[in-house]
């Protein structure tokens, strides 16, 4: 499904009035005029899990703020080998400047919104906002050092640390503030079993056995398979090692 909306008031375009990335994400950068025009070229897209988004080695044409949902970012090797290396929550923006192909392929995870816009008119704006290419920058370092984090987790870390890091990884995108209030986290987990026994270099057998391990001692409890609450943030984060 598509939206497409012009119209604007007080300055700020309906289509950004109630989007969290105008306040957290990138676009938080843009002044009212700056918004509206790129509102204009702008598409909300609502995509199924499973659809992709952008191919491995695809030409970019468009970029996308992650409005909600997950993204999950793959790399594919010769012999049609997969490797999960990253995932995206809102507001992430979902594409690299200046870049005339994609690095990684992108695929819904869970049920993704999407706001997307022509790189040209982003880019336009990168050279005409410096505020914009700062945002951006940020972003490019805060997911380096995220990827330099899980690298940690992937190497030295054990097969429980791993599973509470990765659990840890989607509460504090998904539900950021919920530990600051003393209240429980609660989340659906975006990947498979077996997506998350690759993310982690682990088999599914010993995702599932300390998953239910967590559970047994009252860190997290999971209904249906895949809702997770977690009662007190703390206790997860020392079993992530943290």
Request: charge should be neutral; glycine fraction near 8%.
């Amino acid at each position: 499904m598509n939206l497409r909306e012009d119209v604007h008031t007080a300055g700020i375009p309906v289509l950004c009035q109630a989007c969290e990335a105008r306040h957290r994400g990138v676009c938080g950068a843009l002044d009212p005029n700056q918004l509206v025009t790129l509102a204009k070229a702008s598409s909300k897209q609502t995509i199924e899990a499973g659809a992709e988004l952008v191919g491995d080695m695809e030409t970019v044409d468009h970029y996308s703020n992650v409005l909600a949902g997950v993204v999950k970012l793959t790399k594919t090797l010769s012999d049609g080998r997969q490797q999960i290396v990253g995932l995206q929550f809102a507001p992430d923006f979902l594409g690299r400047p200046f870049k005339s192909e994609s690095a990684v392929n992108a695929e819904a995870a869970t049920n993704v919104s999407l706001c997307s816009f022509p790189k040209g008119a982003i880019e336009r704006m990168m050279r005409e906002s410096p505020g914009l290419e700062n945002r951006l920058l940020r972003q490019t370092l805060k997911e380096l050092d995220e990827a330099r984090d899980w690298m940690v987790t992937l190497g030295r870390k054990t097969a429980a640390e791993k599973v509470a890091s990765f659990l840890l990884l989607i509460a504090n995108h998904i539900d950021p503030s919920s530990g600051d209030e003393g209240r429980a986290t609660t989340f659906d987990l975006p990947l498979t079993r077996a997506a998350i026994a690759d993310f982690l270099g682990l088999t599914i057998e010993t995702v599932s056995r300390q998953l239910s391990k967590l559970r047994a001692e009252g860190v997290i409890s999971i209904e249906n398979n895949r809702h997770v609450s977690v009662a007190r943030r703390d206790r997860l984060e020392a079993r992530a090692g943290h």
